[in-house]
T-cell receptor, first 114, second 109 residues
């Protein structure tokens, strides 16, 4: 158990819908990262927050948005869902920002878009 | 853009040593990380190299050569539990992460 929690574990929805994925980082961690993992695209970095502020942006679609709240939990919002958005979405956290800091991954949310 | 190459599969026997290579093309290279992922599990951070040379953590070591745009993960005294996928990831100065396609390691008894 990494100490990072993600809800829900599984999510099944239809194309065109909007969903929100939630992540609670390890106690004391200020940085949160979001990743998408699918069979055809592999593991992709989406976005990083540090202490409530966006710090890095990867291959995140405009239909996707995220935020980190004052209590440091984070949410990833996916809208106008398409079949290709079906994937595992991981959240990770680290004490500080920067690649040298060990990231601890949550168990992931499996999103299925029908 | 950025691209990384890793072997798709590697097989070795218990107790052996295996090296997983990673070559990358990137602008604004900052560092190279390695992650392990067991089937059905989440990635686990293994190591980070920001400077050239070898970093050792127990049975695992990671090496970086910035001039060759190359790194490797070395796993010693292989155990069955090391069977997993291993990903290298490049970080740029914007703290953007780009992952390689992953190497599936199978450890045989």
């Amino acid at each position: 158990d990494s100490g990072v929690t993600q809800t829900p574990k599984h999510l099944i929805t239809a194309t065109g819908q909007r969903v929100t994925l939630r992540c609670s980082p390890r106690s004391g961690d200020l940085s949160v990262y979001w990743y998408q993992q699918s069979l055809d695209q592999g593991l992709q970095f989406l976005i990083q927050y540090y202490n409530g502020e966006e710090r890095a942006k990867g291959n995140i679609l405009e239909r996707f948005s995220a935020q980190q709240f004052p209590d440091l939990h984070s949410e990833l919002n996916l809208s106008s869902l398409e079949l290709g958005d079906s994937a595992l979405y991981f959240c990770a956290s680290s004490v500080e920002q920067g690649a040298a800091n060990e990231q601890f991954f949550g168990p992931g949310t499996r999103l299925t878009v029908l | 853009g950025q691209s990384l190459e890793q072997p798709s599969e590697v097989t070795a026997v218990e107790g052996a040593i295996v090296q997983i290579n990673c070559t990358y093309q990137t602008s604004g290279f900052y560092g190279l990380s390695w992650y392990q992922q067991h089937d059905g599990g989440a990635p686990t951070f293994l190591s980070y190299n920001g400077l050239d040379g070898l970093e050792e953590t127990g049975r695992f070591s990671s090496f970086l050569s910035r001039s060759d745009s190359y790194g490797y993960l070395l796993l010693q005294e292989l155990q069955m539990k090391d069977s997993a996928s291993y990903f290298c990831a490049v970080t740029d100065y914007g703290q953007n992460f780009v992952f390689g396609p992953g190497t599936r390691l199978s450890v045989l008894p």
